[in-house]
C-alpha cells in the first residue's frame, strides 16, 4: 500500500489565486513528520513546509500553510497568492518515527502546479 | 541556510563506464547522507542510506554492488555507478542531515542527470 498518495498529476491556477495540493498519508507510527518540497525544472528539491504528527497547530510559512487533518490523515499544502514562479513540481513526503532517529523520507509521486497569467 | 553541493550536475558516459557522484555539505558536518534516484515525471526513491565511517544501508531492490556508496568523511559522500547501462539513466539526488537536527532542516543537492549511451 502506497504510504503517500497525491492524487493530482496536475493543476492550474490563476495568477494571485489560492491553490489546494492535496496529500493523504498511511502509517502506524504516532511519530512522524509531514513535508513539502517544490521541484522546479532544474531539479533542485526546495523545502518549502513542515508538519509534525504532534503539532497541535497547523504550520506555515510566508504564503504556504498546511492543512493537517490528523484524523484523515491528510497533509494538504495550500499556497496563497500564486506566483508565476510557482509553476513546478511538488511533491508531499512523510518521516516515520521521532526526528532524531530517522531521517528517510517516503515521497508521493507529486503533482504538477501551472500558474496561469 | 545550510547548502548541499552535488556535482557533476550532467554527465553522460558510455555504457560500462563507471561514474562517481559527489554528495558534499558545505557548511555543516552531516553524518547521515541520503542517495535518491528519480526517473522521468517520477517520484523520488530511496536507494540507500549513507553513514560517515559505516557501510551504506540500502534499501530493497537496490544492488550494493553496482552503486557504491562511501560516506568516508563529515561532509563527503560519493556514489559510484559501475559499469553503467543506459537503465541506469536517471536523475540521482542527495540529501544531508544533522544529527541532533529535526527533519525540517534536512537539505538536498541540486541532483545530476546521468545519460549512459
Known amino acids: 500500500a502506497q504510504k503517500i498518495t497525491q492524487t493530482q498529476p496536475g493543476m492550474f491556477v490563476q495568477e494571485k489565486e489560492a491553490v489546494t495540493l492535496d496529500c493523504t498519508y498511511d502509517?502506524?507510527?504516532?511519530?512522524?513528520?509531514l513535508f513539502w518540497y517544490k521541484q522546479p525544472s532544474s531539479g533542485e528539491m526546495i523545502f518549502l513546509i513542515y508538519?509534525?504528527?504532534?503539532?497541535?497547530q497547523n504550520a506555515t510559512e510566508g504564503r504556504y500553510s498546511l492543512n493537517f487533518q490528523k484524523a484523515r490523515k491528510s497533509a494538504n499544502l495550500v499556497i496563497s497568492a500564486s506566483q508565476l514562479g510557482d509553476s513546478a513540481m511538488y511533491f508531499c513526503a512523510m518521516r516515520e518515527g521521532p526526528g532524531d532517529s530517522s531521517y528517510k523520507l517516503i515521497f508521493g509521486s507529486g503533482t504538477r502546479l501551472l500558474v496561469r497569467p | 541556510g545550510a547548502v548541499v553541493s552535488q556535482h557533476p550536475s550532467r554527465v553522460i558516459c558510455k555504457s560500462g563506464t563507471s561514474v562517481k557522484i559527489e554528495c558534499r555539505s558545505l557548511?555543516?558536518?552531516?553524518?547521515?547522507m541520503f542517495w535518491y534516484r528519480q526517473f522521468p515525471k517520477q517520484s523520488l526513491m530511496l536507494m540507500a542510506t549513507?553513514?560517515?565511517?559505516?557501510?551504506?544501508?540500502?534499501e530493497q531492490g537496490v544492488e550494493k554492488d553496482k552503486f557504491l556508496i562511501n560516506h568516508a568523511s563529515l561532509t563527503l559522500s560519493t556514489l559510484t555507478v559501475t559499469s553503467a547501462h543506459p537503465e541506469d539513466s536517471s536523475f540521482y539526488i542527495c540529501?544531508?542531515?544533522?544529527?541532533?537536527?529535526?527533519?525540517?532542516?534536512?537539505?538536498f543537492g541540486s541532483g545530476t542527470q546521468l545519460s549512459v549511451l
Open positions: 557548511d555543516f558536518q552531516a553524518t547521515t
Open positions: 502509517t502506524s507510527d504516532p511519530s512522524y513528520g
Open positions: 549513507s553513514n560517515e565511517g559505516s557501510k551504506a544501508t540500502y
Open positions: 508538519q509534525g504528527s504532534y503539532d497541535q
Open positions: 540529501s544531508a542531515a544533522v544529527g541532533g537536527v529535526t527533519n525540517e532542516k534536512l537539505f
